[in-house]
């Protein structure tokens, strides 16, 4: 049986702020071919919890840009995998974005069920939430300040060895 264990939201955090506006050379930079913002948002909670889930087509891992999941650097992937994993790393459950914290995940889409981005939150402001990404990348900055027509929020619950 998988042992659960607590998420390591600050650890996710501090990889956001050192990663956001740069690439770490470990990882194939995804910008102009589908967009890096959900290969970067899983590097994130990958730091935040260490264990990743080398389950064959509906695992979560990362070995090289051939060798990886769907679920690592795909937006609706990333989704179904977090909300449905029983097995080894991160789960998360779909909240409202006032139960968020950092380290936690949004995603936005258009009105017709296409979601096409991938934030980490990194902070909170008076009027909301801080988040951190890539493709256009950014640090701490107001999830207000998007443009969006749905927005889908991701607490993680902790991950399993």
Known sequence: MATVQSYRREQAAAYAAQWALSRNPRYFSFNGIGGDCTNFVSQCIYAGCGVMNYTRDTGWYYNSPSDRAAAWSGVSYLYRFLITNTKAGPFASETDAAQLQIGDVVQLGHANGHWYHSLLVTGF???????????????????????????????IEGFRH
């Open 125 to 155: 402001q008076e009027n909301g939430l801080l988040v951190s990404t890539h493709s256009f990348d950014a640090y701490q900055r107001p999830l207000s300040s998007y443009l969006f027509e749905q927005a889908r929020f991701l607490h």
